[in-house]
């Protein structure tokens, strides 16, 4: 069982910047693939950024590409998202989510998931 809780949302101006954390509970964190997701006010949730177990392959969506940084820090059960230069479309609920199994862009494998956290672009 794995408990993650988001923080680093907040009301942010077109071109800022936000760094997003998620704390994980469980002494199994570094073996899970690590994941972010967001979803928009009538939208479905969306991948964004996803991390192996090790931090070796990090995918992003073409969305933030070149904009958003995941990473993790296995020794203090964190993973962490940095989106750069910050558009209004970036405006969200983003969750973390921790896979079990296999690296991967779909929000069905992940099994654990957190509260989510806000973060308004405004323009």
């Known amino acids: 069982q794995v408990q993650l809780v988001e923080s680093g949302g907040g009301l942010v101006q077109t071109g800022g910047s936000l760094r997003l954390s998620c704390a994980a509970s469980?002494?199994?964190?570094?073996?899970?693939?690590m994941g972010w997701f967001r979803q928009a006010p009538g939208k479905g949730r969306e991948f964004v950024a996803a991390?192996?177990?090790?931090?070796?392959?990090?995918g992003y969506a073409d969305s933030v590409k070149g904009r958003a940084t995941i990473s993790r820090d296995n020794a203090k059960n964190s993973v962490y998202l940095q989106i750069d230069s910050l558009k209004p479309e970036d405006t969200a609920v983003y969750y973390c989510?921790?896979?079990?199994?296999?690296?991967?862009?779909?929000?069905?494998?992940?099994?654990?998931w957190g509260q989510g956290t806000q973060v308004t672009v405004s323009s």
């Open positions: 989510a921790a896979s079990s199994t296999i690296y991967s862009r779909d929000s069905n494998t992940y099994d654990y």
């Open positions: 469980g002494r199994t964190f570094s073996m899970y693939v």
């Open positions: 991390i192996t177990p090790s931090g070796a392959v990090k």
